[in-house]
């Protein structure tokens, strides 16, 4: 049984900073990868930024500059530190992880629960 756990999300002011964090457990022989998406309401999902075991980053265009990804592939763990949040980013934020699993040859992508951002006045 695998999970992952996310926190952090939450009330924020425009301009204000959140970091939501992203936590794999179970039977995992390697992270491959670690990565955000988020759904804002009215929209489609679409893809926030995510990082690999090589150490390759990419970010959404519009969260470039303001976002930071992170994530300890050894602890199988992340986060996402949000910066200068508009209102827009308001969404619920997923957490993926690419994760082989003891015993099996091939690695398969993993979901959190989502955690919510508003960012309002």
């Known amino acids: 049984q695998v999970q992952l756990v996310e926190s952090g999300g939450g009330l924020v002011q425009p301009g204000g900073s959140l970091r939501l964090s992203c936590a794999a457990s179970?039977?995992?022989?390697?992270?491959?990868?670690m990565g955000w998406y988020r759904q804002g309401p009215g929209k489609q999902r679409e893809l926030v930024a995510w990082?690999?075991?090589?150490?390759?980053?990419t970010y959404w265009d519009s969260v470039k500059g303001r976002f930071t990804i992170a994530a300890d592939f050894a602890k199988t763990t992340g986060y996402l530190q949000m910066n200068s949040l508009k209102p827009e980013d308001t969404a619920v934020y997923y957490c993926?992880?690419?994760?082989?699993?003891?015993?099996?040859?091939?690695?398969?992508?993993?979901w959190g629960q989502g955690t919510q951002v508003t960012v309002s006045s």
């Open positions: 993926y992880a690419d994760l082989l699993l003891a015993g099996t040859d091939d690695s398969h992508r993993y």
């Open positions: 179970g039977s995992i022989s390697r992270m491959d990868r």
């Open positions: 990082i690999n075991g090589s150490g390759t980053i």
